[in-house]
């Protein structure tokens, strides 16, 4: 798919919207920014910030921003990282079984793209109702959803395949049997839903997306690691020391968290680490601010 080339100061499309509207544009706010060397003045303050599960958030130019098939150094580090990662932990043979959960941010199905090689079942949860329509756009395959053909093409690289990357697509159409409201908002986020219990749950970018705080991130972790099998695996992959993100021309709010954070959760949720890997950010923006991506594979081994 032909895409428009980008602003060099930004990486949004030169037609798009923002570049429209210099006010908002990413690229013009870090002029300014840097014009008035301080950093408060690149967008709005954090009482302003957006919630991930506001109108104004958009999973798709969310997706196109950072992991898009015409980004380099961000897909590299966003998408195709996490990729990686998955397909060295799941041929290993550590992890396996047949069902796995997976709930990561915005319109994002890509780790579905491995997972469907390893597991027979795949839940998907999504806290968002305008990610989950665009998930399942996706699903259908209906005409204007989300283009993620080169995650699966990434995914046949990894597999040693030089094509195939449609058939790896259905695969994780067919791989995926639920997608399922995760609603924060309850003290059962499933509401009436009951879901099997699960041999590994992936989670990517999502908890510092949707909790305000550290007891909120311990409590949703909780919650979600209750669908976890004792003996299954939790794996995470988070940005660290991150308080926000550009969607559009609108800035949303994210959990600053570290490593520390992450350790402590999964441990008061019944796991064991079994192993952690940090790799430094490559990827300066000034659409967003995480310091580095981290990596956690956990193993659940009781009930709280």
Known sequence: MH???????????????????????????????????????LTMSCAD??????????????????????????????????????YKLFSSGSVKGETLINISIGADVSKNFVAADFFKNIILLESSDCCMKAIESWIRNE????????????????????????????????AIKQV????????????????????????????????KDNDMYINVLKKLLSHLKIGGHLVMMAGI??????VGQYKFAALNHNEELMQKAVTEAGCTVVSTET??????????????????????????
């Open 3 to 41: 895409r428009p080339k980008e602003c060099i100061s930004c990486m949004y499309p030169a037609s798009c919207a923002n570049c429209l509207l210099p006010e908002y544009h990413p690229g013009f706010q870090a002029r300014v920014s840097i014009a008035a060397n301080s950093k408060e003045n």
């Open 49 to 86: 910030h957006k919630d991930y599960h506001n109108e104004e958030f958009d999973p798709c130019c969310l997706f196109d921003t950072y992991v898009g098939d015409d980004k380099t150094i961000s897909k590299k580090e966003l998408l195709e990282g996490p990729l990686r990662f998955l």
């Open 143 to 174: 005409p204007g959803a989300e283009d993620q053909s080169h995650a699966a093409e990434f995914v046949c690289s990894l597999i040693g395949q030089s094509t195939g990357y449609k058939e790896q697509e259905e695969k994780a159409r067919r």
């Open 180 to 211: 399922v409201k995760w609603d924060i908002t309850k003290e059962n986020p499933l509401g009436a839903v009951v879901l099997p219990q699960a041999d590994c749950i992936v989670i990517v970018y999502h908890l510092e997306a949707i909790c």
């Open 241 to 246: 020391n991150m308080s926000y993100y550009m």
């Open 279 to 304: 790799h430094r950010g490559k990827f300066k923006s000034p659409l967003i601010d995480y310091e580095s991506v981290a990596y956690f594979v956990c193993r659940k081994d009781r009930v709280v």
